[in-house]
């Protein structure tokens, strides 16, 4: 099993910044596609970013697309994501996911693509 373990979640103002960070315990991290999900009070999981094993081509969700950014140092296993202009409806448990890519995939946005999950780090955003 691949561990994965979120951190830099807090309660900021809307309009402020905040890195979340996900590290893995697995050497062959650089082999996953990665991915950021998360899940607001009385809603679905939902997708918010995925970037590939070499991290050159990343994905988002409209919803955040220009304010956040994923990205990922293979030599430190962690993936990270930046997020920028933060809003109240950005509230919610964020979960990293790690996917066993092959070299040719995409990124991926589909929950039920990835086979690893972190337990979640919360951000709450005050308005």
């Known amino acids: 099993q691949v561990r994965l373990v979120e951190s830099g979640g807090g309660l900021v103002q809307a309009g402020s910044s905040l890195e979340l960070s996900c590290a893995a315990s697995?050497?062959?991290?650089?082999?996953?596609?990665m991915g950021w999900f998360r899940q607001a009070p009385g809603k679905e999981r939902e997708f918010v970013a995925s970037?590939?094993?070499?991290?050159?081509?990343?994905v988002y969700a409209d919803s955040v697309k220009g304010r956040f950014t994923i990205s990922r140092d293979n030599a430190k296993n962690t993936v990270y994501l930046h997020m920028n202009s933060l809003k109240f409806e950005d509230t919610a448990v964020y979960f990293c996911?790690?996917?066993?890519?092959?070299?040719?995939?995409?990124?991926?946005?589909?929950?039920?693509?990835?086979?690893?999950w972190g337990q979640g780090t919360q951000v709450t955003v005050s308005s």
């Open positions: 970037i590939i094993r070499s991290g050159t081509a990343t």
């Open positions: 996911a790690a996917r066993k890519a092959t070299y040719f995939e995409g990124p991926r946005v589909r929950e039920d693509q990835y086979d690893y």
């Open positions: 697995d050497r062959t991290f650089s082999t996953y596609t």
